[in-house]
């Protein structure tokens, strides 16, 4: 391990000393643990970490050297997670490791409102992607109602028309289903989530109308799908 701040020289009296001291260039994990500190115990590279507690007693074998760990592998999965998922992690285990001091308590904040801006950072790219889908049924649906307004033409068959409306339907269902694990997108954008919602349920319900119109009309012959599409007005 490497301190090339520590190892570059020192502050006397708030001035700043070169001198190269090589105690600091690549020292083992264990002897640098006497004197320097991670926030987060994953990175003291140790089998047996040891907490802010028993660092500022002089301590420098964990209290409870039993419990194995396997820093190693730790990383390995640390390197594989998210960036949401890493400030998560360091966070806990910063927590778990004793927030025994200003300092720490100050990096265990940052890491836990990293977290929090990632999370809501990736839960407004889903609320951006809800929009867009929720926009693109609107345009199916709309393309339904100008189709029975032109009265069904061009013809389709009942299946193709049984079709169109389930699209409507299963676009709109997802949208709800989606909206709801959207997940905290923040105070700014609270708002717009939930008139979203809002905007989904007005359209579901308006789908349902389409489609019991449709069921009406699927079941008439000929002369009564007529008189049906002859007494239909559009929607102002």
């Known amino acids: 391990m490497f301190d090339p701040t520590w190892g570059s020289g020192y502050v006397n009296k708030g001035v700043f000393t070169k001198r190269i001291n090589n105690s600091y260039f690549k ?8 004197s320097h500190m991670p926030f987060d115990y994953l990175w ?37 997670l998210s960036e949401v998922d ?19 308590i100050t990096q265990y904040k940052y890491k836990r409102e990293s977290f929090t801006i990632y999370t809501q950072n990736k839960n407004i790219e889903k ?5 867009s889908d929720y926009n693109e ?20 068959s009942d299946e193709q028309l049984k079709s169109m409306i389930q699209n409507v339907k299963d676009r709109f269902k997802k949208c709800e289903t989606d909206a ?37 009309y699927l079941g ?3 002369l009564g799908r007529r008189m049906m599409l002859s007494n239909f007005k559009k929607r102002d």
């Open 27 to 34: 020292v083992q994990p264990a002897q640098l643990i006497t």
């Open 44 to 80: 003291q590279f140790l089998n047996s970490p040891i907490n802010s507690k028993e660092f500022f007693e002089g301590k420098t074998k964990g209290s409870d050297a039993s419990k194995y760990f396997d820093f190693e592998k730790e990383i390995e999965k640390y390197d594989s």
């Open 86 to 104: 890493k400030a998560f992690e360091s966070s806990e285990r910063i927590e778990k490791n004793g927030l025994t001091n200003n300092l720490i």
């Open 127 to 131: 609320l951006n992607t809800l929009y």
């Open 137 to 156: 049924a609107i345009t199916f649906l709309n393309d339904f109602i100008v189709f029975r307004f032109k009265k069904m033409k061009p013809e389709q």
């Open 180 to 216: 709801y694990k959207v997940g905290i997108v923040g105070s700014e954008n609270t708002g717009s989530l939930s008139n979203l919602k809002r905007l989904i349920a007005t359209s579901l319900i308006q789908t349902e109308e389409e489609s019991q119109f449709l069921n009406e």
């Open 220 to 222: 008439k012959n000929s």
